[in-house]
């Protein structure tokens, strides 16, 4: 269900796929939509980005519920984050898509207004 306004934008690049959910929060910090493609490959990164002064959450599941993150979105701050073992993120194990579409879901983005970007890439 989408919450907030979030844009996606799939593109692919050869072998690699770039997943990029723009995003504002609504009342209560809440921001998520689903993708309209569905998705086959391994997680190579995720870069977060977002301007809340509060801390928020985030999640991006696939189509079983499972977080692609592995719960490493639970306490991100403002500015950036970059998970991804190409980058030293903190990735650390191979996490992969099985033919599914994926779900942004961003909680605790601080006021109605905040905004963010995350970038999914797969391989």
């Known amino acids: 269900m989408a919450t907030g306004t ?3 934008t799939e593109q692919t690049f050869s072998m690699i796929k770039k997943v990029t959910f723009d995003w504002t929060s609504t009342t209560g910090g809440l921001a998520g939509d689903t993708t309209t493609k569905s998705y086959d490959g391994e997680v190579l990164r995720v870069v977060c980005m977002e301007t809340s002064t509060t801390g928020y ?7 079983d519920g499972v ?3 592995g719960g490493q979105g639970a306490a991100l701050t403002s500015g950036g984050t ?3 073992t190409s980058t030293g993120g903190s990735i650390t194990y191979p996490l992969s898509a099985v033919s599914s579409k994926l779900t942004l879901a961003v909680t605790g983005a601080g006021t109605t207004g905040e905004t963010g970007q995350t970038i999914v890439y797969i391989r």
Not at 57 to 63: C, F, G, P, S, W
Request: hydrophobic share 50%; proline share 0%; glycine share 6%.
């Open 6 to 8: 979030v844009t996606i």
């Open 67 to 69: 977080d692609l993150l």
């Open 57 to 63: 959450a985030l999640e991006i599941n696939d189509n």
């Open 82 to 84: 970059d998970f991804g």
